[in-house]
């Protein structure tokens, strides 16, 4: 990607994120129906990490972008909208209601993140590592999770429809409620 380009997504993202810190985003825990059945680990509500100061949020989008890494960082509510995360290291952040709607994440580390609410429609998260994540409610309609390890995910009430789960490890994921229509690879075709 050439600089110019670059720096106009840079900058695009970051008076995105300015808009979105002005906006009343209240802090949540994560929404988990229990049931006797689940485990006590797969049914304990995930807290989001605290909400930060816009500045902190802008900071964290231009060390992700910068570096391809924001470890344990807070970018609730930002718009990654057809970015190129290829292979970043998002391990453990709150990325609640972010939209990735058509990113390309391949390979990308979302290891224990909260992606609560969060819009993956269309997003190519194929060879992902998803492994514990909390996908309550989130939007995977039409993605590409191929070689995606969701083991111990939480995907309870997502949108799975017409997405591609071939190949992908979904042992111990919470699926009660999801959305399976359509959906390839691990069930054959729903």
Same mark, same amino acid.
Do not use: Y
């Given at each position: 990607?050439?600089?110019?380009?670059?720096?106009?997504?840079?900058?695009?993202?970051?008076?995105?994120?300015?808009?979105?810190?002005?906006?009343?985003?209240?802090?949540?825990?994560?929404?988990?129906?229990?049931?006797?059945?689940?485990?006590?680990?797969?049914?304990?509500?995930?807290?989001?990490?605290?909400?930060?100061?816009?500045?902190?949020?802008?900071?964290?989008?231009?060390?992700?972008?910068?570096?391809?890494?924001?470890?344990?960082?807070?970018?609730?509510?930002?718009?990654? *909208?057809?970015?190129?995360?290829?292979? #970043? &290291? /998002?391990?453990? +952040?709150? !990325? $609640? =209601?972010?939209?990735?709607? %058509?990113? @390309?994440?391949?390979?990308?580390?979302?290891?224990?993140?909260?992606?609560?609410?969060?819009?993956?429609?269309?997003?190519?998260?194929?060879?992902?590592?998803?492994?514990?994540?909390?996908?309550?409610?989130?939007?995977? *309609?039409?993605?590409?999770?191929?070689? #995606? &390890? /969701?083991?111990? +995910?939480? !995907? $309870? =009430?997502?949108?799975?429809? %017409?997405? @591609?789960?071939?190949?992908?490890?979904?042992?111990?994921?919470?699926?009660?409620?999801?959305?399976?229509?359509?959906?390839?690879?691990?069930?054959?075709?729903?």
């Amino acid at each position: 990607m050439n600089t110019f380009n670059f720096k106009k997504i840079t900058s695009w993202i970051l008076g995105l994120v300015m808009i979105f810190s002005l906006l009343n985003q209240p802090h949540a825990l994560a929404q988990v129906e229990t049931s006797p059945n689940l485990t006590p680990s797969t049914s304990a509500p995930v807290e989001s990490p605290i909400v930060l100061p816009a500045e902190s949020i802008t900071a964290n989008v231009r060390r992700l972008l910068e570096t391809n890494e924001c470890v344990g960082c807070n970018l609730n509510g930002v718009s990654f *909208e057809g970015v190129n995360l290829l292979g #970043a &290291n /998002l391990e453990s +952040a709150n !990325l $609640q =209601n972010v939209k990735f709607e %058509k990113a @390309n994440l391949q390979g990308i580390n979302l290891k224990l993140a909260n992606l609560q609410g969060v819009d993956l429609g269309k997003a190519n998260i194929a060879q992902a590592n998803l492994q514990g994540a909390n996908l309550f409610d989130a939007d995977l *309609e039409k993605a590409n999770l191929q070689g #995606a &390890n /969701l083991q111990g +995910a939480n !995907l $309870q =009430n997502a949108d799975l429809e %017409k997405a @591609n789960l071939t190949n992908a490890n979904i042992n111990g994921a919470n699926l009660r409620g999801a959305e399976l229509e359509g959906a390839i690879g691990v069930f054959g075709r729903v």
